[in-house]
């Protein structure tokens, strides 16, 4: 049995049939959308060969967590779209996955992950001006969807940058490699996610798709956010790997500074010890062994040089 929805200029009907009672609806003047949400395996090309549909390939090739992009055949169109989810508290970048189907006249979506813009379309059906757009319009909704999730997104992840960069030149000594390599990743993860659209982005813009279930204004306006969406990810991997390397001269710096403090300090501690090693050997042709004031004059000597050496680092900039 395949859970589906009718829609037509009178309304919307959520239905449950067989592949025949879904075939049969498909015939009527109304189109046809079958929304599945992480579908068992062989109920995408259930619905598809009921609506005949082209499969793209077959078995595992209907699987998601494919590249992005468009595959046409016979009339038919697979769109494959990453969607996103920009997680504040933890700083990643959720990924999930949207397939649609189309023929213009009917609609099989499959959707996975945390994002979910079938729901936001599918309560736009009970609009009649929504509705006469056909097939069409809910393929061009649930990709300005999308996008407008890609937008919230990077604006997020943004803003985690910029938070960042501020904490990387606080001028606090702290190690924030980890943190600046982990907004890489989940930046190259977006990335991704929507680098693989953009020439069918700039196709639509300049309406040479050849596509008709992807013309149209509201599509060039999505597509047109969607490259503003890959700039703007542009540059935070631009500001994250200027900041990476930035940062990396600080820790260089800092540990130049330390190994300075320390050769200073080993220095100090040396002259003393060094005294108090010749001093120590008890040779009998030391007459400073026998004088009164040997024992006062040797601990105003370590203190002497070990003040000198003190003051000389400091001049420096060592200590």
């Known amino acids: 049995m395949i859970d589906y929805t009718v829609v037509g200029p009178d309304g919307v009907e959520d239905r449950r049939g067989t592949a025949d009672d879904l075939r049969a609806a498909a015939a ?3 189109f046809v959308w079958v ?3 992480a579908p068992e395996p062989g109920a995408l090309d259930l619905a598809l060969d009921a609506l005949g549909l082209e499969r793209f390939g077959s078995g595992p090739a209907h699987a998601l967590h494919r590249r992005p992009g468009v595959e046409t055949a016979d009339g038919a169109v697979m769109l494959l779209v990453k969607t996103v989810w920009y997680v504040e508290a933890t700083r990643q970048v959720e990924t999930g996955d949207l397939a ?3 023929d213009a006249r009917s609609l099989v979506t499959v959707r996975r992950g945390v994002a979910d813009p079938v729901a936001a379309v599918r309560e736009r059906l009970s609009d009649p ?3 006469t757009g056909g097939a069409a319009a809910v393929v061009h909704a649930l990709f300005d969807a999308v996008v407008e999730e890609y937008d919230a997104a990077v604006e997020d992840l ?4 910029a938070d960042l960069e ?5 001028g606090l000594r702290v190690d924030r490699n980890e943190d ?3 907004l890489i990743r989940e930046t190259l993860e977006f990335q991704n996610a929507v680098r693989p659209l953009i020439p069918l982005a700039h196709l639509i813009k300049e309406r040479r798709s050849g596509i008709p279930a992807l013309e149209g204004p509201r599509m060039e306006a999505s597509a047109g956010r969607l490259v503003r969406v890959d700039g703007a990810i542009d540059t935070c991997m631009s500001l994250l790997t200027t900041v990476l390397t930035a940062h990396q001269g600080q820790i260089a710096t800092w540990q130049n500074e330390d190994m300075k403090r320390i050769s200073a300090w080993a220095a100090i501690a040396l002259a003393p010890t060094l005294i108090a090693g010749i001093y120590g050997m008890n040779f009998d042709d030391m007459p400073e062994l026998h004088w ?3 024992y006062p004059a040797a601990l105003l000597l370590m203190a002497a040089v070990c003040v000198l050496l003190y003051r000389g680092f400091k001049r420096n900039g060592w200590l």
């Open 28 to 30: 009527d003047d109304a």
């Open 292 to 294: 009164p004031f040997g």
């Open 129 to 131: 001006a929504f509705r």
């Open 166 to 170: 501020r904490a990387v030149f606080s």
């Open 158 to 161: 943004a803003d985690d940058v």
């Open 180 to 182: 600046v390599y982990f």
């Open 35 to 37: 929304a599945l949400d």
């Open 100 to 102: 649609v189907h189309t």
